[in-house]
Protein backbone atom coordinates (compact mmCIF):
# COMPACT_ATOMS: atom_id res chain seq x y z
CA UNK A 1 0.00 0.00 0.00
CA UNK A 2 1.32 3.73 -0.58
CA UNK A 3 2.27 5.39 2.66
CA UNK A 4 0.43 8.64 3.63
CA UNK A 5 1.00 10.34 7.16
CA UNK A 6 -1.99 8.40 8.19
CA UNK A 7 -0.08 4.41 7.51
CA UNK A 8 2.87 6.30 8.82
CA UNK A 9 1.25 7.12 12.14
CA UNK A 10 -0.49 3.97 12.45
CA UNK A 11 2.99 1.72 11.47
CA UNK A 12 4.32 3.90 14.60
CA UNK A 13 1.93 1.93 16.67
CA UNK A 14 1.95 -1.06 15.48
CA UNK A 15 5.85 -0.88 15.44
CA UNK A 16 6.29 0.32 18.88
CA UNK A 17 9.77 2.90 19.66
CA UNK A 18 12.65 0.94 18.81
CA UNK A 19 15.76 2.36 18.98
CA UNK A 20 17.95 3.41 15.87
CA UNK A 21 21.09 1.90 16.57
CA UNK A 22 22.95 1.30 19.85
CA UNK A 23 24.36 4.65 21.02
CA UNK A 24 20.63 5.66 20.90
CA UNK A 25 19.68 2.99 23.11
CA UNK A 26 22.55 3.80 25.53
CA UNK A 27 21.14 7.36 25.56
CA UNK A 28 17.36 6.63 26.27
CA UNK A 29 18.54 3.89 29.27
CA UNK A 30 20.46 6.96 31.24
CA UNK A 31 17.37 9.32 30.28
CA UNK A 32 14.12 9.36 32.52
CA UNK A 33 11.30 9.07 29.85
CA UNK A 34 9.16 11.73 30.97
CA UNK A 35 7.67 13.52 29.07
CA UNK A 36 6.72 17.74 29.02
CA UNK A 37 4.09 19.17 27.50
CA UNK A 38 4.12 22.81 25.09
CA UNK A 39 1.47 24.49 23.80
CA UNK A 40 -1.41 23.07 21.92
CA UNK A 41 -1.02 19.51 23.56
CA UNK A 42 2.22 19.19 21.57
CA UNK A 43 4.61 16.72 23.39
CA UNK A 44 8.24 16.43 24.21
CA UNK A 45 10.72 14.05 25.82
CA UNK A 46 11.55 15.91 29.16
CA UNK A 47 15.12 15.59 30.58
CA UNK A 48 16.79 16.79 33.73
CA UNK A 49 18.08 19.88 31.53
CA UNK A 50 15.84 23.58 31.71
CA UNK A 51 16.27 23.78 27.74
CA UNK A 52 16.01 27.06 26.59
CA UNK A 53 18.06 26.87 23.27
CA UNK A 54 15.31 25.90 20.35
CA UNK A 55 16.85 28.36 18.77
CA UNK A 56 20.15 26.31 18.44
CA UNK A 57 18.50 23.13 17.69
CA UNK A 58 14.91 22.90 18.26
CA UNK A 59 13.47 19.37 20.48
CA UNK A 60 11.89 16.57 18.16
CA UNK A 61 8.24 16.24 19.28
CA UNK A 62 6.82 12.69 20.15
CA UNK A 63 4.54 13.07 17.45
CA UNK A 64 7.07 13.55 15.16
CA UNK A 65 9.31 11.02 16.16
CA UNK A 66 6.35 8.32 15.73
CA UNK A 67 6.30 9.67 12.03
CA UNK A 68 10.26 9.02 12.13
CA UNK A 69 9.62 5.30 13.37
CA UNK A 70 7.16 4.43 11.22
CA UNK A 71 9.12 5.53 7.82
CA UNK A 72 12.21 3.44 9.04
CA UNK A 73 10.22 0.35 10.27
CA UNK A 74 9.05 0.51 6.69
CA UNK A 75 12.63 0.72 4.98
CA UNK A 76 14.04 -1.99 6.80
CA UNK A 77 11.01 -3.91 6.01
CA UNK A 78 10.34 -3.47 2.21
CA UNK A 79 13.93 -1.69 1.22
CA UNK A 80 13.10 -0.64 -2.78
CA UNK A 81 9.65 -1.63 -2.28
CA UNK A 82 7.87 -0.20 -4.97
CA UNK A 83 4.54 0.59 -2.78
CA UNK A 84 6.08 3.02 -0.87
CA UNK A 85 4.76 6.46 -2.31
CA UNK A 86 6.83 9.26 -1.01
CA UNK A 87 5.00 11.88 -3.35
CA UNK A 88 1.95 12.66 -1.47
CA UNK A 89 4.13 13.14 1.93
CA UNK A 90 6.43 15.59 -0.61
CA UNK A 91 3.51 17.93 -1.95
CA UNK A 92 1.81 18.22 1.26
CA UNK A 93 4.69 18.70 3.08
CA UNK A 94 5.61 21.63 1.11
CA UNK A 95 2.20 22.85 0.89
CA UNK A 96 1.73 23.36 4.22
CA UNK A 97 5.60 25.66 4.21
CA UNK A 98 4.09 27.37 1.46
CA UNK A 99 0.63 28.40 3.71
CA UNK A 100 2.90 28.88 6.54
CA UNK A 101 4.63 31.91 4.59
CA UNK A 102 1.65 32.62 2.51
CA UNK A 103 3.25 31.47 -0.55
CA UNK A 104 1.72 29.56 -3.50
CA UNK A 105 2.90 25.66 -3.93
CA UNK A 106 4.54 26.55 -6.91
CA UNK A 107 6.66 29.20 -5.32
CA UNK A 108 8.99 26.61 -2.98
CA UNK A 109 10.85 24.13 -3.39
CA UNK A 110 13.03 21.83 -0.62
CA UNK A 111 17.01 22.79 -0.16
CA UNK A 112 19.35 21.15 2.05
CA UNK A 113 20.02 24.20 4.28
CA UNK A 114 19.18 27.55 4.04
CA UNK A 115 23.12 28.27 3.18
CA UNK A 116 22.81 26.16 0.08
CA UNK A 117 19.44 28.09 -0.01
CA UNK A 118 21.27 31.36 -0.45
CA UNK A 119 24.34 30.28 -2.42
CA UNK A 120 21.52 28.82 -5.57
CA UNK A 121 19.58 32.57 -5.50
CA UNK A 122 22.62 34.52 -5.86
CA UNK A 123 23.75 31.66 -8.45
CA UNK A 124 20.42 32.21 -10.11
CA UNK A 125 21.26 35.86 -10.53
CA UNK A 126 24.42 35.36 -12.59
CA UNK A 127 26.63 36.31 -9.45
CA UNK A 128 29.48 36.94 -8.79
CA UNK A 129 30.29 39.22 -11.74
CA UNK A 130 32.78 41.51 -11.51
CA UNK A 131 31.09 45.37 -10.26
CA UNK A 132 27.82 44.00 -9.10
CA UNK A 133 26.53 45.71 -6.34
CA UNK A 134 24.94 43.95 -3.41
CA UNK A 135 23.71 45.11 0.38
CA UNK A 136 24.08 43.17 3.36
CA UNK A 137 23.93 44.30 6.56
CA UNK A 138 26.28 43.11 10.12
CA UNK A 139 23.49 41.39 11.62
CA UNK A 140 23.07 38.97 8.74
CA UNK A 141 23.66 35.21 9.68
CA UNK A 142 27.26 34.92 10.53
CA UNK A 143 27.99 32.15 7.39
CA UNK A 144 26.92 34.96 5.38
CA UNK A 145 29.61 37.29 6.01
CA UNK A 146 31.94 34.51 4.62
CA UNK A 147 30.16 34.32 1.51
CA UNK A 148 29.89 38.35 0.78
CA UNK A 149 33.20 38.74 1.94
CA UNK A 150 34.66 35.95 -0.60
CA UNK A 151 32.20 38.12 -3.23
CA UNK A 152 33.99 41.07 -2.89
CA UNK A 153 37.23 39.16 -3.51
CA UNK A 154 35.33 37.95 -7.17
CA UNK A 155 35.51 41.87 -7.32
CA UNK A 156 31.75 42.25 -7.01
CA UNK A 157 30.90 45.70 -5.16
CA UNK A 158 29.73 44.87 -1.17
CA UNK A 159 28.10 47.49 1.00
CA UNK A 160 27.88 46.44 4.39
CA UNK A 161 25.31 48.53 6.64
CA UNK A 162 26.57 48.11 9.54
CA UNK A 163 24.27 48.21 12.78
CA UNK A 164 23.38 51.34 15.00
CA UNK A 165 22.23 50.77 18.55
CA UNK A 166 22.10 46.64 17.72
CA UNK A 167 19.69 47.60 14.72
CA UNK A 168 19.42 48.15 11.26
CA UNK A 169 18.55 51.48 10.36
CA UNK A 170 16.34 51.44 7.58
CA UNK A 171 17.21 55.44 6.02
CA UNK A 172 21.14 53.23 5.78
CA UNK A 173 19.91 50.76 3.95
CA UNK A 174 17.71 53.39 1.50
CA UNK A 175 21.20 55.44 1.35
CA UNK A 176 23.30 51.96 0.44
CA UNK A 177 20.92 51.28 -2.41
CA UNK A 178 21.70 52.90 -5.71
CA UNK A 179 20.74 52.63 -9.19
CA UNK A 180 21.94 49.10 -10.68
CA UNK A 181 21.65 47.44 -7.21
CA UNK A 182 21.47 43.81 -7.79
CA UNK A 183 20.43 42.79 -4.05
CA UNK A 184 20.29 42.99 -0.74
CA UNK A 185 20.55 39.83 1.49
CA UNK A 186 19.73 40.05 5.46
CA UNK A 187 17.99 37.91 8.00
CA UNK A 188 14.79 38.56 8.45
CA UNK A 189 15.29 37.87 11.92
CA UNK A 190 18.58 38.07 13.55
CA UNK A 191 20.71 34.89 14.42
CA UNK A 192 22.77 37.43 16.63
CA UNK A 193 20.32 39.08 18.60
CA UNK A 194 16.60 38.90 17.21
CA UNK A 195 16.68 41.86 15.83
CA UNK A 196 13.85 42.10 13.12
CA UNK A 197 13.76 43.78 9.75
CA UNK A 198 10.58 45.82 8.36
CA UNK A 199 10.77 43.34 5.48
CA UNK A 200 7.98 45.34 3.45
CA UNK A 201 9.95 48.42 3.87
CA UNK A 202 13.24 47.55 2.52
CA UNK A 203 11.31 45.37 -0.21
CA UNK A 204 9.94 49.06 -0.87
CA UNK A 205 13.15 50.36 -1.19
CA UNK A 206 14.56 48.02 -2.96
CA UNK A 207 12.23 47.61 -5.97
CA UNK A 208 11.79 51.52 -5.98
CA UNK A 209 15.76 51.45 -7.20
CA UNK A 210 15.47 48.09 -9.54
CA UNK A 211 16.88 45.74 -6.56
CA UNK A 212 15.99 42.29 -5.29
CA UNK A 213 15.78 41.43 -1.78
CA UNK A 214 16.38 37.83 -0.44
CA UNK A 215 15.77 37.11 3.42
CA UNK A 216 17.33 34.29 5.66
CA UNK A 217 13.89 33.20 7.31
CA UNK A 218 15.47 30.45 9.34
CA UNK A 219 14.87 32.46 12.43
CA UNK A 220 10.70 33.49 11.51
CA UNK A 221 9.31 30.80 9.77
CA UNK A 222 7.54 29.11 12.54
CA UNK A 223 8.09 31.75 15.37
CA UNK A 224 6.68 34.86 14.37
CA UNK A 225 4.35 35.71 11.54
CA UNK A 226 6.13 35.96 8.13
CA UNK A 227 3.74 36.63 4.39
CA UNK A 228 6.09 36.35 1.78
CA UNK A 229 3.05 38.19 -0.46
CA UNK A 230 2.45 41.37 1.76
CA UNK A 231 6.28 42.11 2.26
CA UNK A 232 6.87 41.90 -1.30
CA UNK A 233 10.19 39.41 -0.74
CA UNK A 234 11.51 38.01 -3.98
CA UNK A 235 13.76 35.05 -2.41
CA UNK A 236 13.80 33.44 0.73
CA UNK A 237 15.45 30.18 2.43
CA UNK A 238 15.69 28.48 5.75
CA UNK A 239 16.34 25.06 7.93
CA UNK A 240 14.49 22.89 8.95
CA UNK A 241 16.08 21.87 12.48
CA UNK A 242 15.25 25.31 14.19
CA UNK A 243 11.80 26.48 14.62
CA UNK A 244 10.29 24.46 11.85
CA UNK A 245 10.86 21.64 14.51
CA UNK A 246 12.01 19.17 12.18
CA UNK A 247 16.22 18.05 11.69
CA UNK A 248 19.52 19.09 9.34
CA UNK A 249 20.13 18.42 5.92
CA UNK A 250 16.22 19.81 4.56
CA UNK A 251 15.07 22.91 4.17
CA UNK A 252 13.01 25.47 1.46
CA UNK A 253 13.57 28.05 -0.92
CA UNK A 254 11.34 30.66 -1.71
CA UNK A 255 11.15 32.21 -5.07
CA UNK A 256 8.67 35.00 -6.32
CA UNK A 257 6.50 33.59 -9.27
CA UNK A 258 6.72 36.62 -11.39
CA UNK A 259 10.42 36.44 -11.05
CA UNK A 260 10.56 32.29 -12.23
CA UNK A 261 10.99 33.22 -15.67
CA UNK A 262 13.78 36.22 -15.34
CA UNK A 263 16.20 33.66 -13.20
CA UNK A 264 18.91 31.23 -14.59
CA UNK A 265 18.93 27.44 -13.76
CA UNK A 266 21.85 27.28 -11.04
CA UNK A 267 22.04 23.27 -11.16
CA UNK A 268 20.45 20.89 -13.10
CA UNK A 269 19.18 17.74 -11.17
CA UNK A 270 17.42 14.91 -11.23
CA UNK A 271 14.15 16.49 -9.06
CA UNK A 272 13.85 19.46 -11.48
CA UNK A 273 12.85 16.42 -14.16
CA UNK A 274 9.22 16.18 -14.90
CA UNK A 275 8.78 14.29 -18.05
CA UNK A 276 11.70 12.43 -19.12
CA UNK A 277 11.92 9.99 -22.39
CA UNK A 278 15.12 8.30 -23.38
CA UNK A 279 16.66 7.24 -27.16
CA UNK A 280 19.47 5.19 -26.04
CA UNK A 281 18.41 1.96 -24.65
CA UNK A 282 16.38 -1.32 -26.36
CA UNK A 283 12.89 -0.53 -27.58
CA UNK A 284 13.26 3.05 -26.49
CA UNK A 285 11.79 5.35 -29.75
CA UNK A 286 13.92 6.74 -32.31
CA UNK A 287 15.07 10.64 -31.33
CA UNK A 288 17.51 13.20 -32.43
CA UNK A 289 18.75 13.55 -28.98
CA UNK A 290 19.64 11.15 -26.21
CA UNK A 291 16.72 11.74 -24.64
CA UNK A 292 14.00 14.13 -24.37
CA UNK A 293 12.88 15.94 -21.12
CA UNK A 294 10.97 18.83 -19.60
CA UNK A 295 11.27 20.20 -16.18
CA UNK A 296 8.52 21.33 -13.64
CA UNK A 297 7.53 24.74 -14.42
CA UNK A 298 8.07 26.14 -11.05
CA UNK A 299 10.65 26.74 -7.80
CA UNK A 300 11.52 22.82 -7.55
CA UNK A 301 12.29 23.08 -11.39
CA UNK A 302 14.65 25.65 -11.40
CA UNK A 303 16.36 24.75 -7.95
CA UNK A 304 15.70 20.92 -7.37
CA UNK A 305 18.92 18.93 -6.86
CA UNK A 306 19.26 15.44 -6.18
CA UNK A 307 17.98 13.25 -3.72
CA UNK A 308 16.72 15.05 -0.01
CA UNK A 309 15.65 13.69 3.46
CA UNK A 310 12.76 11.54 3.23
CA UNK A 311 13.03 11.05 7.23
CA UNK A 312 13.31 14.98 7.33
CA UNK A 313 10.14 14.90 5.29
CA UNK A 314 8.00 12.73 7.79
CA UNK A 315 9.43 14.66 10.75
CA UNK A 316 8.04 18.01 8.78
CA UNK A 317 4.63 16.21 8.05
CA UNK A 318 3.62 15.97 11.81
CA UNK A 319 5.83 19.38 12.89
CA UNK A 320 4.17 21.82 9.89
CA UNK A 321 0.60 20.41 10.62
CA UNK A 322 1.32 21.13 14.15
CA UNK A 323 2.49 24.68 13.80
CA UNK A 324 -0.73 25.53 10.96
CA UNK A 325 -3.12 24.09 13.73
CA UNK A 326 -1.99 26.24 16.87
CA UNK A 327 -0.88 28.89 14.70
CA UNK A 328 2.53 30.88 14.66
CA UNK A 329 0.16 34.12 16.58
CA UNK A 330 0.26 32.39 19.47
CA UNK A 331 3.65 30.56 19.66
CA UNK A 332 4.55 34.22 19.61
CA UNK A 333 2.15 35.36 22.04
CA UNK A 334 3.19 32.30 24.05
CA UNK A 335 7.33 33.34 23.53
CA UNK A 336 6.60 37.22 24.46
CA UNK A 337 6.46 37.40 28.28
CA UNK A 338 9.02 34.79 28.42
CA UNK A 339 11.17 37.02 26.71
CA UNK A 340 10.01 40.19 27.95
CA UNK A 341 10.99 39.01 31.96
CA UNK A 342 14.37 37.79 30.11
CA UNK A 343 15.18 41.76 29.09
CA UNK A 344 13.63 43.46 31.86
CA UNK A 345 15.73 41.26 35.26
CA UNK A 346 19.19 39.98 33.73
CA UNK A 347 20.22 43.44 32.96
CA UNK A 348 19.91 44.46 36.65
CA UNK A 349 22.32 41.86 37.03
CA UNK A 350 24.55 43.08 34.86
CA UNK A 351 24.29 41.52 31.86
CA UNK A 352 23.88 44.13 29.04
CA UNK A 353 21.37 43.32 26.67
CA UNK A 354 21.45 43.95 22.84
CA UNK A 355 18.02 42.57 21.63
CA UNK A 356 16.16 45.18 20.78
CA UNK A 357 13.09 45.69 23.64
CA UNK A 358 10.87 46.11 20.43
CA UNK A 359 11.67 42.69 19.32
CA UNK A 360 9.16 39.77 18.96
CA UNK A 361 11.56 37.17 17.84
CA UNK A 362 11.60 34.98 20.88
CA UNK A 363 15.19 35.59 21.22
CA UNK A 364 17.40 37.66 24.06
CA UNK A 365 21.08 37.84 23.71
CA UNK A 366 23.71 39.65 25.97
CA UNK A 367 27.13 40.47 25.39
CA UNK A 368 29.11 39.20 27.70
CA UNK A 369 32.88 39.71 27.78
CA UNK A 370 34.70 36.39 28.12
CA UNK A 371 31.17 34.01 27.97
CA UNK A 372 32.67 30.71 27.72
CA UNK A 373 33.48 31.17 31.48
CA UNK A 374 30.05 30.70 32.10
CA UNK A 375 29.82 27.00 31.28
CA UNK A 376 30.72 25.16 33.93
CA UNK A 377 27.99 26.91 36.42
CA UNK A 378 25.65 26.29 33.55
CA UNK A 379 25.92 22.81 33.30
CA UNK A 380 26.13 22.31 37.18
CA UNK A 381 22.59 24.24 37.09
CA UNK A 382 21.47 21.78 34.10
CA UNK A 383 20.65 24.71 31.99
CA UNK A 384 21.55 24.72 27.99
CA UNK A 385 21.35 28.20 26.61
CA UNK A 386 23.62 29.07 23.59
CA UNK A 387 26.79 30.43 24.87
CA UNK A 388 29.43 31.78 22.42
CA UNK A 389 33.02 33.77 23.01
CA UNK A 390 31.28 36.87 24.00
CA UNK A 391 27.62 36.46 24.51
CA UNK A 392 24.85 34.72 25.48
CA UNK A 393 21.21 33.76 23.93
CA UNK A 394 18.01 32.25 25.38
CA UNK A 395 15.39 31.31 22.50
CA UNK A 396 12.58 29.32 24.33
CA UNK A 397 9.57 27.78 22.60
CA UNK A 398 6.69 26.40 23.16
CA UNK A 399 7.13 23.89 25.46
CA UNK A 400 9.17 26.48 28.29
CA UNK A 401 7.44 27.96 31.03
CA UNK A 402 7.66 30.85 33.42
CA UNK A 403 9.36 28.59 36.01
CA UNK A 404 12.13 28.29 33.72
CA UNK A 405 12.95 31.67 32.90
CA UNK A 406 12.73 32.24 36.58
CA UNK A 407 15.10 29.47 36.90
CA UNK A 408 17.79 30.84 34.52
CA UNK A 409 17.37 34.58 35.94
CA UNK A 410 18.22 32.84 39.39
CA UNK A 411 21.54 30.97 38.20
CA UNK A 412 22.70 33.44 36.37
CA UNK A 413 22.52 36.12 39.19
CA UNK A 414 25.06 34.41 41.33
CA UNK A 415 27.44 33.71 38.86
Known amino acids: MSMNRRSFLLAAGAAGAAPLCGRATDVLKQTPLRTMQGLGGIEFLANKETYLDSGTMHPISLGAKATLEAYVQHRMR ?52 PGAHVVTDTLHFFGSFYLYEALAKE ?23 KKGTKLIALSAVSTFNGFEHDLKKVCDIAHAKGALVYADIIHAAGCVPIDVKATGVDFAACASYKWLMGDFGLGFLYIRKDLQDQVQHPVFGYYQIDKFQTHVYPFDPPGNDVADYDTYHDATGIY ?6 HMGIGLLDYSLDYLLKVGVPAIQAHAKPLTDRLKSELPKHGFDLVTPVESTAPIVTFAVKDALKLR ?7 LQ ?18 DDIERAVDVLGKV
Open 155 to 177: NVDVTWVKAKSHRIHLNDIEEAV
Open 376 to 382: PALKAAN
Open 78 to 129: NPGSASFDMDPIRERVLSNFARLINADRDEVTFVQSTTWGEQLILRSLGLPY
Open 385 to 402: ITVSRNRIRFTPSVFNTM
Open 304 to 309: AGGTYS
